[in-house]
C-alpha cells in the first residue's frame, strides 16, 4: 500500500512539474508581447500573424477590433517607439496564460496622436506548438493632476 502511493504520488509530481515545463516563463511571454508590438510598429504584418491568432479580438476605448481590423490600422499607424514595463503574467491553466502590463508609446494612428501611457492585458493560448495573443485591450492613463 506504501508503494502504492508513494508511486501515484510521485506520478502526479511528474505531471504537475511536466505541465509547469511547458508553459514559457514571464520573460518569453514579454518576448511574445514585445514582438507583437514590434512587428506593428514596422508594418510587418507576416510576423504579427506569427504571434497573433487570426480569431483575435481587441477591446479599445474606440472601439472593437478583429484580425482585419488590426492589419488595415497597421497601415495607417506610425509608432515611433514603445516601451512595456511592469509586465506581469497570471496562470491557472497549462494552456492560457493572461498578461498585464504598462505601454509607453510614442506616435499616431490615422493621423490622431496617440502618444502617451496606456494600462494593457492580452491572453495567450497554446495553439499546438506555439502561443499566439487570442485578446488584448489598452486603455491610456489618464494625465497625472
Known amino acids: 500500500m506504501k ?3 508513494s508511486y501515484t504520488i510521485a506520478v502526479l509530481l511528474a505531471g504537475i512539474a511536466v505541465s509547469f515545463a511547458q508553459t514559457p ?3 518569453a511571454m514579454e518576448a511574445k508581447e514585445t514582438a507583437a508590438w514590434q512587428a506593428y510598429k514596422d508594418k510587418k504584418a507576416d510576423a504579427f500573424q ?5 480569431d483575435i479580438k481587441c477591446v479599445y ?9 488590426e492589419l488595415s490600422d497597421m497601415k495607417t499607424a506610425d509608432i515611433k517607439s514603445f516601451a512595456i514595463s511592469n509586465f506581469t503574467i497570471f496562470t491557472d491553466e497549462p494552456d492560457v496564460i493572461v498578461a498585464t502590463y504598462n505601454v509607453k508609446v510614442e506616435g499616431s494612428s490615422g493621423g490622431e496622436d496617440m502618444t502617451g501611457t496606456y494600462n494593457a ?5 497554446k495553439e499546438g ?3 499566439l ?3 488584448h485591450t489598452n ?3 489618464a494625465a497625472a493632476k
Request: aromatic letters at 8%.
Open 50 to 54: 506569427k504571434v497573433v491568432d487570426k
Open 25 to 27: 516563463d514571464k520573460a
Open 3 to 5: 508503494k502504492t502511493l
Open 61 to 69: 476605448d474606440v472601439g472593437v477590433a478583429d484580425m482585419a481590423k
Open 139 to 141: 486603455v491610456k492613463q
Open 121 to 125: 492585458g492580452s491572453v495567450w493560448k
Open 129 to 131: 506548438n506555439d502561443w
Open 133 to 135: 495573443a487570442i485578446f
